[in-house]
T-cell receptor, first 114, second 113 residues
Framework: GENVEQHPSTLSVQEGDSAVIKCTYS??????FPWYKQELGKRPQLIID?????GEKKDQRIAVTLNKTAKHFSLHITETQPEDSAVYFC?????????????FGAGTRLAVHP | KAGVTQTPRYLIKTRGQQVTLSCSPI?????VSWYQQTPGQGLQFLFE???????NKGNFPGRFSGRQFSNSRSEMNVSTLELGDSALYLC????????????FGSGTQLSVL
């Protein structure tokens, strides 16, 4: 089936701490895993993505790791700041029912407290 | 470069009516995808259009349909509206080659009364 599980659903951290969000996916053939950030009342925006031929990718304070064997991937945010507060969605690109689809996790609401 | 534009921003309809939403992609993007976002179900994939053809589809009933024009603008139609159709409808555009790399619009908030 097509499924992406995301944990935790809510995450509260102090400014400067690290935050980690984890996702697991069902289709072992999935090969593309993006992360989107959605601030309150705004559109989802792509913040980082990774393809299945690499295990880790970094962009300043954010990084994504992928474990294909275990079918899970994680978002790491270091030195969190209040402006990192948002809902974060992971997604996996998969082929299901004869069609290509980008399946999203349920989201993680991150709150960074000053 | 202008971003993805969705109109209208808000809509209020009653059960049984139909509604049409519009999406203009980023200039040069040929793929448009539609998603339904609700607090309980998250982001659910509706369908994707490329070069005026529906190329991929999700698991929504036939009441949800769409089309794409030669200028890549897309419309989504929902017929016989139900209360459960109340949601934020997001469209996203991409180049088409890497259609999975999505750039979202701000959405149309549909309320069905």
């Amino acid at each position: 089936g097509e499924n992406v599980e995301q944990h935790p659903s809510t995450l509260s951290v102090q400014e400067g701490d690290s935050a980690v969000i984890k996702c697991t996916y069902s289709d072992s053939a999935s090969n593309y895993f993006p992360w989107y950030k959605q601030e309150l009342g705004k559109r989802p925006q792509l913040i980082i993505d990774i393809r299945s031929n690499v295990g880790e990718k970094k962009d300043q304070r954010i990084a994504v790791t992928l474990n294909k064997t275990a079918k899970h991937f994680s978002l790491h945010i270091t030195e969190t700041q209040p402006e990192d507060s948002a809902v974060y969605f992971c997604a996996a690109f998969m082929f299901s029912g004869g069609y290509n689809k980008l399946i999203f996790g349920a989201g993680t609401r991150l709150a960074v407290h000053p | 470069k202008a971003g993805v534009t969705q109109t209208p921003r808000y809509l209020i309809k009653t059960r049984g009516q139909q509604v049409t939403l519009s999406c203009s992609p980023i200039s040069g993007h040929r793929s448009v995808s539609w998603y339904q976002q609700t607090p309980g179900q998250g982001l659910q994939f509706l369908f994707e259009y490329f070069s005026e053809t529906q190329r991929n589809k999700g698991n929504f009933p036939g009441r949800f349909s769409g089309r794409q024009f030669s200028n890549s603008r897309s419309e989504m139609n929902v017929s016989t509206l139900e209360l459960g159709d109340s949601a934020l409808y997001l469209c996203a555009s991409s180049t088409g080659e890497d259609w999975e790399k999505l750039f979202f619009g701000s959405g149309t908030q549909l309320s069905v009364l």
